[in-house]
């Protein structure tokens, strides 16, 4: 009963989310590429669809009239009267122009007069229409011309009174010039609309212009070859005779998008080089045409472009550049066919987000082991798939974006409260610890808690060490808020790289880091990552010190040491309080390998033991044979390097190198010729240049090599 309860609380909740984010608009990245997937999968032609045909400037066409015609663009409207002569003499239903005649022909210099005989085959084909546009910013005309036709719609002036947030009243108009506006039979508004994602989704059958019902363009192709239907308005449709489009709140139909079985296009398309070619010939005489006229006859027939230099291409559910006039076509088919889609309704929406949020709360609720969760989450997600689909093909936009995110929250939400609960133990001990220990050493404590004890064993570790050069006199220039920022920021960034490269942060000693590789769980590459994490830590160090120095004033430099050997690792301290940290003279070599950096100049340093183990990883070079402060055995010591920078000194190291030679086998002075040559460019070679004065000036009575350290 309280998994019920629990479930019920959960799906409300979730549904309410998802409901929010739909009306806000959140969820449209999710809704249109679902919307679109639907559109491409039921973009089938409908028998009325073989009355729609477009005729189209395509890039062809353009070449043809560019290279037989010398037609620069934009064309001689003499063409385009050959295309409305043509489709006259087929019989067309309407002749619909998708295109805007507002300037005077710039042909009218060559031909005398291009714009009344384009008129003139206008007025003589039958139902023709020609494109205007409507603005709120661009535009002369604030008044219907006198001797336009217009169309009568009932209802309109309370349509408009009853949706005062639906922008449709336009201000400002551009029409054709008189001598096509005044031969066409209505005029069509060109202006289109698109979603947030650019798409063309949605079509404004009409607008408003000083009054007056202003249908689109393929509604204006309707009327025209339909002057006896009636038009009306009412809340939410428009009615055309015995035929109703469904209108959104914004005024908008969604459009039904066809496509052909093999091709793209739906309709029957051909060239607008085709028709003329044609109609030349017919006018001619010649009855060998291009075209058959009778392929026209009662058909509705729109004139557009597709060649992508017209700029006409538009992205719809179908396609991402279709040509502007077939969407249309596509309006003018959807209202032959009568099947606009319409928006689902909002109370069917809101419970069908709610049984899904109800369906992925109770059954996510239910999940006790791992497995049943991944099936809910493979099964569940793609449910509402099916009303979505199957809303489309009934002609309704059911949107899926809603209940997907509604059933996905719950669920989620669901398996967290599972977690929540369930978990208790697991959370407590890396709530406790999490301040502690290492994020591995945790997951290891919560598979077996009987490692919380008191206790350590022996194992093998590469154990770094790392300071700040000269931080005591930095702390004591900064202010406290500067200091405590510095060190959160310099932590930080150390802290990042140690951890990426499977380090265990041992803890902090004000500046100093310690950390450690190969426990709590194994990794047998552990000196090669401690390596590379001591190079990347001075590669950030670079990176961050112009930034550190303009805030506090200080170049901050940093050394580190770096040594593998076998130590006790385990939890050390009290029953009530302990860490898990190491005990061992390989941790002690460490730190002095990082103090040993000072007397050679350098920034990393690692032991022979640690070199042995990174084989060709990195490229070194030998430092020095030292004995530490409180160490009876010398070390060899190295410096790693990346490989560009070790690329970069290459030639300067191939000195250092032949005079270290020369300084082990005690030659003094052949040593001091070599590290003077790069004394100026390498520190160490700096120190070795006063170590090699002293002792010419001191001759060792037995000489080793070794250079005896006397700092920590």
Known sequence: MRKLTQGLVIGLGAAAVAWMLWWTGWLRWIEFPAWDWRANTFAAPCPETGKVRLILLDQTSLDWGQKEQSWSWPWPRIAYGAIADFCARAGARAVIFDMVFTEPSIWNRIYGDDDAPFGASLAAAPNTVVGFELSRNQGSVTKWPEGLPRVEASGLSEYAAGHPNVSLSMPLATFPVPEIATAC?????????????????????????????????????????????????????????????????????ILHYRRGPDTRQAYTTVSAQAVIQSEVRLQEGNTDTVLNPDDFRGSYVLVG??????????????????????????????????????????????????????????????????????????ILPPLPLIPGFAGYHLGYWFPIAPPVVALALALVSALILNYTIEGKQR?????????????????????????????????????YFSDIQGFTTIS????????????????????????????????????????????????????RCA?????????KMTELRPALKARFGKEIFCRIGVNTGTVVIGNMGSHQRFNYTFLGDAGNLASRLEGA????????????????????????????????????KPVCVFEPMLPEDFARRREALDVFAAALSAYYEGRFGDALNGFSKIAEQDAAARSYLQRCRELMENPPEAWSGVWELTEK
């Not at 002057?227 to 035929?243: A, D, Q």
């Not at 990042?496 to 590789?517: P, S």
Request: include cysteine.
């Open 597 to 632: 950096n000072k007397q050679f100049g350098t920034f990393i340093m690692i032991s022979e033991f640690t070199r042995a183990m990174i084989g060709d990883e990195f490229p070194v070079r030998e430092l020095s044979r030292i004995l530490v402060k409180g160490k009876n």
């Open 427 to 463: 959370r407590f001990i890396k709530s406790a610890f999490s301040q502690y220990l290492s994020p591995a050493f945790i997951e290891r404590l919560v598979q077996d808690p009987s490692h919380l004890k008191l206790g350590g064993e022996s194992r093998e570790l590469s154990i």
């Open 305 to 378: 472009s597709s060649a992508p230099g017209l700029m006409d291409l538009r992205a719809t559910p179908i396609s991402r550049a279709l040509p502007g006039v077939e969407i249309h076509a596509t309006f003018l088919d959807n209202l032959l066919s009568d099947d606009f889609i319409r928006d689902a309704p909002l109370a069917l929406v809101m419970a069908g987000t709610l049984v899904f949020a109800l369906l992925g709360a109770l059954i996510g609720r239910s999940c006790q082991k791992g497995w049943q969760a991944v099936l809910a989450f493979v």
């Open 531 to 539: 390596v590379r994490a001591a190079l990347r830590c001075q590669k």
């Open 185 to 253: 039979s209505l005029l069509g508004n060109v202006f289109g609309t698109t979603d947030k994602d650019n798409v063309i989704r949605r079509l404004l059958p009409f607008q408003i212009f000083d009054s007056t019902f202003v249908p689109s363009l393929g509604l204006a192709g309707y009327l025209a070859a339909n002057p006896s239907e009636t038009v009306l308005l009412s809340r939410n449709e428009l009615r055309i005779g015995s035929r109703t489009i469904p209108l959104d709140d914004s005024g908008q139909v």
């Open 476 to 527: 004591e220039t900064l202010a406290p808020q500067d200091l405590t920022a510095f060190l959160n920021e310099y932590l930080t960034a150390m802290t990042d790289i140690i951890m990426e490269e499977g380090g265990t942060v041992d803890k902090y000693e004000g500046d100093a880091v310690i950390a450690f590789w190969n426990a709590p769980v194994d990794l047998p590459e552990h000196a």
